[in-house]
């Protein structure tokens, strides 16, 4: 432990606080934060007294600071002038001020803003505004007014998923705003900012406008994010091409873009002061250019918009020149550790961040491998420098991808198998020309509009470059595989495991070092399986959005997935980002059937990703044919996987699975399916265990319901999944009259265009004595049966706020 530095044992405690309280909190506020001053009084007490520093009192004040700090920002609550409380879906008049320049997002382009009135009403907070094509974005420090539907941010609540809500409001954001052609969108002048502030949104719209002006190419957006920090003008295919390439961190601004920019202003200005004969007899020209670099390395940290790999960055560069300028040794595991403190008191919600914990850990993976690797690599490679250089190369990025593996892996769910040879030719094009040539761009562009477009266009050439090559990488075969990733603590296990490796004596480094991974290993292929199979019949109504998609486990184990929800028009993919982190979670890493009613785009959205990866035995279709989109690219999965696709015909023939009694009601084998309309040839499928069924009907309408009617079982515990997600006029009479559900649930969106359910067929299931679930107010639905009753346990308790109402005696 010699090694370590004084600092790092602090670091690891205010984490350690911070991550307590994110588990087992909040706590308490002002208990934690009054012992952590008291404790800091006495460290500094000693410290005055010539006893020295405690790093062990230090840590502890550390400790309770951390948890405290987190406790304090977690219990905040909004003011009631908030803009996210006044948000209700509907169209509003709304002031605000353009906190960024506009990008490419969805179908139009997007900013952030900060209110200031709604409806000519002071209001505060901030605001992801969305807007049609049509509209021409108000530039960045502009005070601007427009008509726009407001709503607050929600997520897709389902078990493990990804709590986006959560993400946004780390950044201060809790509300989103769309304005449509119609918006009467007004630029109301330039906004009373602070000078810095208002400064630093001059310069990141001017720059904004000479990328926009290149050709629209996916070049031109990976130039947006490596100097703006903008990725949404990357399309979905190219941002899934980076990830499984292992190639991810190339699009984030990081401490990789900082240490450049000081690096060559530290080069230039050591030039121009040496330079300088009266001025470098008079000062150290080395000490003095180090810090006069700070200044261009800072402002590229605000202008990329202050991230925390580049603040990360910054800290460790400042200690860099601290050291230099006292003329004492640095030691760069001081200035990250010192990062760490700096990052965790002022944000401590940082911290919990996929981006704060990668960047670090990659930087302390090279901190602590770097000299054994240079050790090994010269014994390796005793020859040229040429290919000791190569090697260490790839060494270095090898080290740095096995280091983030365990995060990427278990946030991601991806084995990028080409990682490393992918790193060792992306990393050059990306870092050392495209990165280089557009942060010069940038500062050109600062001064001379023409020049900086110049030189922003020649930097579009290596930047389609890496475009192409990441996409040739990425279409490979075999170039990634998907898993289910380890959880949390077996993360930790493999770090503490590469730590004893790395920093213990050699008596005790690999023993022990081998054994914590030994154990995390065992950890994690413990958890990763399903629990046993118990004979009761699960679902999960999941919680998609306006769209559907059920997940069952039959009494046996074997696992269906009916329907997997989907955005018409987005490249969003349901069953990457929703459904397969569902089955991870759950430890289901096979299905035996995917079933999709019809081919609408919220319903088959997410099922060729698991047609794909969870090889699936079967695929069940209503027998309509492909006609582009999610419906045609799970057919076209299905063919190239050699999956049997199942109509109506042979469905009907399965009256049983996995001890669960299967049944399709429509549409009939041999149906004329021309002269049905999209939504009523969905199928109308039942899942049932003893007298037990849960139907799921798809968008079927009220002539689907009249024909179903006559076959239903009678009594027993019935539950049913609102046909065409509680439209107004589903839930006939006769069909809840036959049926006499226990429940009704409805999947639909909590903030969508169309409120759903309906409040017709809400009343219509009360009036039968139906209970009332909805994933809008709800979230997902776990459903439980051992041939009796249902058991529904909803994910959200209490249910949030939605646009449709919902029942007042749920």
């Given amino acids: 432990m010699s090694r370590l530095h004084p600092l790092i044992l602090p670091a690891a405690a205010l984490m350690g606080g911070i991550f307590s309280a994110a588990a087992l909190g909040p706590w308490p506020v002002w208990p ?58 509907k169209t509003h008049r709304i002031e605000a001020i353009a906190l960024s320049p506009a990008q490419p997002g969805g179908r139009g382009m997007r900013l952030m803003a900060s209110a200031l009135s709604l409806d000519g009403q002071p209001v505060g907070g901030l605001l992801r505004l969305s807007l049609a094509p049509e509209l021409a974005p108000p530039p960045a420090g502009s005070r601007f007014a427009l008509r726009a539907s407001l709503r607050p941010i929600t997520s897709l609540a389902n078990p493990g998923g990804f709590d986006y809500a959560g993400y946004m409001a780390t950044q201060g954001v809790h509300a989103q705003a769309y304005a ?39 070049g031109r957006e990976l130039l947006r994010a490596l100097v703006l920090g903008q990725r949404g003008g990357l399309s979905g295919e190219v941002r899934e091409a980076f990830g499984v390439t ?78 230099l300028w006292a003329s004492r040794p640095y030691r760069p595991s001081g200035g990250l550790a010192l990062a760490a403190l700096v990052i965790g008191l002022l944000w401590p919600e940082s911290p919990l961040t996929l981006s704060f914990q990668m960047s670090f850990v990659a930087v302390a993976a090279i901190l602590l491998a770097a000299a054994p690797l240079a050790r090994w690599l010269r014994g390796l490679a005793p020859g040229p420098r040429l290919a000791g250089a190569v090697l260490g190369w790839l060494g270095l990025g090898g080290v740095v991808g096995l280091a983030v593996w365990p995060l990427a892996v278990q946030n991601f769910h991806q084995l990028p198998v080409y990682s490393l040879p992918a790193n060792a030719l992306l990393i050059p094009l990306v870092a050392m020309f495209t990165l280089p040539m557009a942060l ?63 920093t213990l004596p050699k008596r005790w480094a690999w023993g022990l070092g081998a054994g914590l991974g030994a154990a995390g290993l065992v950890l994690w292929l413990g958890l990763s399986g399903p629990p046993p199979a118990d004979g009761k019949l699960r679902a999960w109504v999941l919680d998609v959005g306006q769209g559907s998609a059920t997940i069952a486990r039959l009494p046996q184990g074997q696992v269906m997935v009916i329907d997997g929800g989907g955005w018409g028009g987005s490249d969003f993919d349901f069953g990457r980002q929703v459904i397969a982190p569902f089955l991870w979670g759950m430890g289901f890493g096979k299905v035996e059937v995917v079933a999709c009613s019809h081919r609408d785009s919220d319903h088959a959205g997410g099922l060729p990703f698991v047609a794909r990866w969870f090889s699936p035995r079967q695929v069940w279709t209503n027998g309509e044919a492909g006609d582009g989109g999610w419906y045609a690219g799970l057919l076209a999965t299905a063919k190239e996987k050699g999956i049997p696709v199942l109509g109506p015909r042979e469905i009907a023939q399965v009256r049983g699975l996995g001890g669960a009694s299967l049944r399709l009601l429509w549409p009939p084998p041999g149906a004329d399916l021309a002269a049905l309309s999209s939504n009523d040839r969905s199928l109308w499928l039942g899942v049932g265990l003893g007298g037990s069924w849960l139907w799921l009907p798809g968008d079927g309408g009220p002539k689907v319901e009249k024909a179903v009617t006559p076959l239903l079982p009678t009594g027993g515990s019935q539950v049913l999944l609102g046909p065409h997600h509680g439209a107004k006029n589903s839930l006939t009479p006769a069909l809840l009259e036959r049926m006499r559900p226990q429940a009704v649930l409805f999947s639909s969106g909590c903030w969508g265009r169309w409120p759903s359910p309906s409040r017709q067929a809400q009343d219509r299931a009360t009036k039968a004595g139906a209970g009332v679930h909805g994933t809008n107010w709800q979230g997902c639905l776990e459903l439980t049966t051992g041939g009796g009753a249902w058991r529904i346990m909803p994910t959200l308790s209490p249910p949030r706020r939605c646009l449709a109402p919902w029942p007042a005696h749920n």
């Fill in 32 to 89: 934690l934060l009054t012992g952590a001053a008291l404790v800091l009084a006495v460290v500094l007490g000693l410290g005055l007294a010539g006893k020295g520093i405690s790093p062990a009192l230090l840590a502890l004040a550390c400790l309770l600071a951390g948890a405290g700090l987190l406790s304090l920002e977690r219990s905040a609550t909004l003011p009631p002038d908030h803009l996210s409380l006044l948000a209700d879906g």
């Fill in 180 to 218: 449509g052609r119609s918006a009467q969108l007004t630029v109301l002048g330039a906004a009373e900012l602070p000078w810095p502030r208002a400064l630093l949104l001059a310069a990141r719209q001017r720059l904004a406008y000479q990328i926009e002006a290149l050709p629209p190419t996916q």
């Fill in 246 to 323: 292992g190639a991810a961190h190339l699009l984030a601004i990081s401490g990789l873009h900082i240490g450049l920019v000081w690096g060559l202003a530290y080069a230039l200005l050591r030039w121009l002061l040496a330079a300088w004969p009266g001025l470098a007899l008079r000062w150290p020209v080395i000490k003095l250019a180090a810090a006069l670099a700070l200044i261009p390395a800072g402002a590229c940290a605000a202008l990329a918009g202050g991230s925390t790999p580049t603040l990360r960055a910054l800290v460790m560069i400042a200690c860099l020149v601290a050291a």
């Fill in 440 to 502: 010069i761009a940038a500062g050109v562009g600062l001064v001379w509009a023409g020049g900086g477009q110049a030189l922003f266009a020649l930097a579009a050439w290596p930047a389609e470059g890496a475009v192409f090559l990441v996409g040739w990488l990425a279409g490979l075969p075999g170039a990634v595989r998907y898993l289910a990733g380890p959880g949390p603590w077996a993360a930790l296990l493999f770090y503490l495991g590469a730590l004893a490796a790395l």
